[in-house]
């Protein structure tokens, strides 16, 4: 420990310019802090001990996937961010990261793996695929569906897509999850029947359901060709699951048809795993305060975005 005469402190960074870089789905989960005297070192085996509060709400996140990051460099030092060698721990609301030396600090979430489901499908008396993880999703293979005993997966990519794409004219919003269904190209003697939970029914009017459809390109894995499948799409009467039928597997999902001219993004990545932690496409900070709701009565919060210089 520090001599009795030494004053340290502990600064919130406020400056997003110093924050530590992230890979795509890695999510900032603490503040940033800055730790002086910057310099100050510990043994090895006496570690000092930060103690950050994060946002995770994800009680069955393991630490393994916490990542606390050290950036060794002064107030008016060039950051230079690397992983601490010391596993960080959560306790309670508080995440303990262990550290050799005083400098600036933060903690990573990396990404969660996607949920996946596996079965054994026969020939002859079909069967059925589904996860836990995504109440609602279905997967029916009828008889002769295929012509031999196959093992298929599908993969729950929530909001996001297998591979980075941004498109400005892909203004259609997001409808269900996205999904990754395998053996990529396997076309089915008969259509199998695919139900998914379909997000914000009730909050959307004027607009249908359609099914887009990407198949795989072992030679282009940087980028997902997607187009409108066609497929019928029936929506049960709560408004809650779509079902639609496919002829081949590949990757999937449903986007909300809307008028050119009106830009909704619905996104629903975060209701299961993530549970509001999320890596969105803008730099943004919201809070809300709520009290508990009566039982006839709903809450929420309602966020604005532009982008700067345009309304």
Same mark, same amino acid.
């Given at each position: 420990f520090p001599p009795a005469s030494l004053t340290c402190a502990i600064d919130i960074v406020n400056d997003v310019s110093l924050y530590p870089p992230r890979k795509p789905r890695e999510i900032l989960i603490t503040p940033v802090v800055r730790v002086t005297p910057h310099g100050l070192t510990f043994p090895p085996s006496s570690p000092a001990v930060l103690s950050l509060p994060h946002c995770l709400s994800n009680d069955s996140c393991l630490d393994a996937y916490l990542m606390p990051m050290c950036s060794n460099t002064g107030p008016h030092q060039v950051t230079s961010w690397e992983p601490l060698p010391l596993?960080?721990?959560?306790?309670?609301?508080? =995440? =303990?990261v262990p550290t050799t030396h005083f400098s600036m600090?933060? #903690?990573?979430?990396?990404p969660l793996p996607y949920p996946t489901a596996q079965a054994i499908i026969s020939p002859e008396e079909g069967g059925t695929l589904h996860t836990p993880e995504l109440p609602g999703f279905v997967v029916q293979?009828?008889?002769?569906?295929?012509?031999?005993?196959?093992? #298929?997966?599908?993969?729950?990519y929530y909001a996001d897509e297998p591979y980075h794409t941004l498109r400005e004219e892909e203004v259609a919003p997001l409808a269900s999850t996205c999904l990754g269904l395998e053996p990529h190209g396997v076309v089915f003697c008969h259509p199998v029947k695919v139900s998914l939970p379909v997000l914000g029914s009730h909050y959307v009017v004027g607009a249908q359901l359609k099914v887009w459809c990407a198949p795989f390109n072992p030679e282009r894995t940087d #980028?997902?060709?997607?187009a409108e499948l066609g497929s019928i799409v029936n929506v049960s009467p709560d408004g809650l699951v779509a079902t639609f039928e496919l002829k081949h597997f590949s990757f999937f999902k449903l986007m909300w048809t809307y008028c050119r001219d009106t830009v909704v993004r619905i996104r629903d990545g975060a209701m299961f795993v993530y549970k509001g932690l999320r890596n969105i496409d803008v730099n943004m900070s919201c809070q809300v305060l709520l009290s508990p709701p009566l039982p006839d009565q709903t809450c929420g919060m309602i966020i604005v975005g532009y982008k700067f210089g345009k309304p």
């Open positions: 596993l960080a721990q959560r306790l309670h609301n508080h =995440i =303990i600090f933060a #903690v990573l979430l990396l293979f009828p008889p002769c569906a295929l012509t031999s005993a196959t093992m #298929v997966q599908a993969t729950v #980028v997902l060709e997607w």
